[in-house]
């Protein structure tokens, strides 16, 4: 029997893509206890099965099992391959065609079966559950942070370190320049030029354009607020780079109609 074999983790910071190569690891011993040949392996690291972003090596998966490439899909769980109802009715649906198998590290799943299917929509609807749980849980916690002024985590703003506590000095010394220039009547476009010029870059590795010279202009992380859902909330943890008075006359300058319609201003 030729098993198609898929590997997901939905978050990988550290880019090490652990989790992916111990489903690898147990999902192929399943396929030797069987006796399985594994015609392909499909992997779609650091993707979430929740969200509405599509998955290309699962949608390559689901071609090649209707092409009649495989009789056996394997994976370390059902929530390795879906996390949604309407994902689940599409694989019942090709197994109903195909007479495909689901085969996991944790338990097989017959959806040609009313059973398998039954067992099926339910294990879908408690991973589904355990995402809206935990994203409760993560916007609890980014608010809790916020009220109490600490950074929220993710990427790094400019300026600061890994940490969103640390000023990084260069960086600050940008900024600093870059609100001067605003108020002094520079232009958007102009800032992130000399900042590209420069050799410097956002904290994704990027160059700089109006736009994004803009949202970091604008943000008020740089005069000492904490911001939960774009509203200021209260004083912030970190140092600020920027005094009130600078802030508070590029926030102004920024929101002109003529500036919020002008490309590079």
């Given at each position: 029997?030729?098993a198609?074999?898929?590997?997901?983790?939905?978050l990988?910071?550290?880019g090490?893509?652990?989790?992916?190569?111990r489903?690898?690891?147990?999902?192929?011993?399943?396929?030797?206890e069987?006796?399985?040949?594994?015609?392909?392996?499909f992997?779609?690291?650091?993707t979430?099965?929740?969200?509405?972003?599509?998955?290309?090596?699962?949608?390559?998966?689901?071609?090649?099992?209707?092409?009649?490439?495989?009789?056996?899909?394997?994976?370390?769980?059902?929530?390795?391959?879906?996390?949604?109802?309407?994902?689940?009715?599409h694989l019942?649906?090709?197994?109903?065609?195909?007479?495909v198998?689901?085969?996991?590290?944790?338990g097989?799943?017959d959806l040609?079966?009313?059973?398998?299917r039954?067992?099926?929509?339910?294990?879908?609807?408690v991973?589904?559950?355990?995402?809206?749980?935990?994203?409760?849980?993560?916007?609890?916690?980014?608010?809790?942070?916020?009220?109490q002024?600490r950074?929220?985590?993710?990427r790094r703003?400019?300026?600061y370190?890994a940490?969103g506590?640390?000023?990084?000095?260069?960086?600050?010394?940008?900024l600093?320049?870059?609100?001067?220039?605003?108020?002094?009547?520079?232009s958007?476009k102009?800032?992130?030029a000399?900042?590209?010029?420069?050799?410097?870059?956002?904290?994704?590795g990027?160059?700089?354009?109006h736009?994004?010279?803009r949202?970091t202009?604008?943000?008020?992380r740089?005069?000492?607020?904490?911001?939960?859902?774009g509203?200021?909330?209260?004083p912030?943890?970190?140092?600020?780079i920027?005094?009130?008075?600078t802030f508070?006359s590029a926030?102004?300058?920024?929101?002109?109609?003529?500036?919020?319609?002008s490309?590079?201003t």
């Amino acid at each position: 029997m030729r098993a198609f074999v898929y590997l997901r983790q939905s978050l990988d910071r550290a880019g090490t893509s652990a989790a992916v190569d111990r489903q690898r690891e147990d999902c192929l011993k399943l396929c030797t206890e069987r006796g399985w040949d594994v015609a392909r392996m499909f992997c779609d690291n650091d993707t979430s099965a929740s969200s509405s972003k599509p998955r290309p090596a699962y949608q390559q998966m689901l071609g090649g099992v209707d092409q009649g490439d495989a009789e056996v899909i394997v994976a370390w769980h059902v929530d390795r391959l879906t996390r949604k109802l309407t994902e689940l009715e599409h694989l019942i649906d090709l197994s109903a065609r195909t007479g495909v198998r689901i085969a996991t590290v944790t338990g097989d799943l017959d959806l040609t079966t009313d059973t398998g299917r039954l067992v099926g929509r339910i294990l879908a609807s408690v991973a589904r559950g355990e995402v809206e749980r935990k994203g409760a849980r993560q916007r609890r916690a980014q608010q809790q942070a916020a009220q109490q002024g600490r950074p929220a985590g993710g990427r790094r703003p400019f300026g600061y370190g890994a940490d969103g506590m640390t000023v990084i000095a260069s960086e600050a010394k940008e900024l600093r320049g870059a609100y001067q220039t605003l108020v002094e009547g520079g232009s958007l476009k102009g800032i992130a030029a000399r900042w590209n010029d420069a050799g410097v870059l956002t904290t994704a590795g990027n160059r700089w354009t109006h736009s994004t010279v803009r949202r970091t202009l604008k943000n008020p992380r740089y005069a000492g607020h904490r911001a939960y859902r774009g509203e200021v909330v209260g004083p912030a943890k970190w140092p600020s780079i920027i005094d009130e008075d600078t802030f508070e006359s590029a926030r102004a300058l920024l929101a002109l109609p003529a500036r919020r319609t002008s490309t590079g201003t």
